[in-house]
Structure formats: C-alpha cells, structure tokens
C-alpha cells in the first residue's frame, strides 16, 4: 500500500512540476535589465577583480549586501552616508558604495575614449574590455598593476574595498577626487567629471598613482 501511495504522489508532483514548468512564450528583459547584467559580467571577468578581495570576503561583500538591503528594519543596520566629490557614498564595515551623481547633459553611453598617458612605461595592456557603458583597461609590469575605468555617470554604482582605512580628497586638475588605500595595499583615486566617471587604482604608490590620473585625455 505504502509504494502505490508513494508512486501515485510521484505522478501527480511530476505532473504539477510539468506544468509550473511549461511556459508559451520566452521571457523579453527590459534594457535596463540587460545593461545591469552586462556591466556586472564585465566587472566578474576583469582580473583586477581579484585585487579587490578574496574569493571567500567577494562571496561575504555580497551577501552582506543581500542582507542589508532585504533586513535593514530587523537587524538596524546603517551606512554612514555622505555627498563627497560629486558622489554620493555609503560606508559599511567593509566596504563602501559610491553613487555617482546624475547630470542630464552627461553621455549615456561612452561616446570618446579616454587613457593614461604618462606612467606607464614598461606596462603592456593585460586586459581590455568596452561597452556603451564603461570602458576598462589592466595594465601590467610585474608585480604591478594599473587599472583604469572610465564610466557612464548615470550608471555608477561600484562597490569599493575600503574596510580598514580611511577617505580622504585630493584634488586631480579642477576635479575633486576621492582617495584612499585598501587593506591589500592598492591605491585608488575616483573622481567625476562633467562626463564621465574615472577610477585609477594601483600598487605602484600614491604619487604614481596622483600623476597617472592627472595625465587621463581624450584618445586622439
């Protein structure tokens, strides 16, 4: 009795499953959609992507992610946020977000490429990617590494690796851009111009780093 009554369950989950399965038509996602899922598999296939933590801590950042936005009311946690250098920041425990602010007349799409023109003798390209929405280049001269990002203002929002340091502001020609060392020893500059968002970010050192981001210009 009790396999006849085990097999007659089977069936009939079987058949529910069958139908919750079945669909008419393929699911179309929106633009929006498509455009977060793009730069998110560029920010995962780049390898300054391992600059940024260990596989384990990457794994811990976005779950701790997950949880703050879903149970921010029941565990009470915030971020200390502040409107710095044209962003707008969220510091966690271990990392930070930055927001960069909008501009209507800002490209919504990279429509002028921009690079690095001085510092970077002996480097060879490692890595490059572009897309309508960032352009990202890893430079390399073992052991070091220089990586620059340029992005569309009206989509940033990068997850940073500030856990252990501070923030501080350091001017880069008129703009003012943001600066701090993370706890792997990578500098980083930010900083956001009426176009484009840039990012250098290197293990060279931090005055390196200052002349690199001020030589950025338009491609020729």
Request: glycine share 2%.
């Amino acid at each position: 009795m009790a396999e006849k009554f085990i097999k007659a369950l089977n069936d009939i989950v079987t058949d529910e499953c069958d139908i919750l399965l079945r669909y008419e038509e393929e699911h179309e996602f929106s633009e929006s959609f498509e455009r977060d899922m793009k730069r998110l598999v560029s920010q995962r296939k780049k390898p300054y992507f391992r600059m940024i933590n260990t596989v384990g801590k990457r794994v811990a950042c976005v779950a701790a992610v997950l949880l703050i936005g879903t149970f921010t009311t029941v565990m009470n946690v915030e971020a200390a946020r502040s409107a710095i250098a044209e962003f707008f920041i969220g510091v966690y425990e271990k990392f930070s977000t930055f927001i960069s602010s909008d501009d209507d007349e800002a490209p919504e799409k990279i429509e002028q490429l921009y690079e690095i023109t001085c510092g970077l003798d002996g480097f060879v390209v490692n890595w490059e990617v572009t897309d309508d929405l960032v352009y990202n280049v890893t430079y390399l001269n073992e052991p070091y590494i220089v990586d620059f990002k340029q992005s569309v203002k009206s989509e940033y929002d990068t997850n940073w690796n500030t856990e252990d340091t501070s923030i501080e502001t350091i001017m880069i020609d008129e703009y003012e851009a943001v600066y701090f060392l993370d706890n792997h020893n990578y500098h980083h500059l930010v900083w956001n111009t009426e176009d484009y968002v840039f990012s250098v970010s290197t293990n060279v050192g931090k005055d390196e780093l200052i002349e690199m981001s001020k030589s950025v210009q338009k491609v020729e």
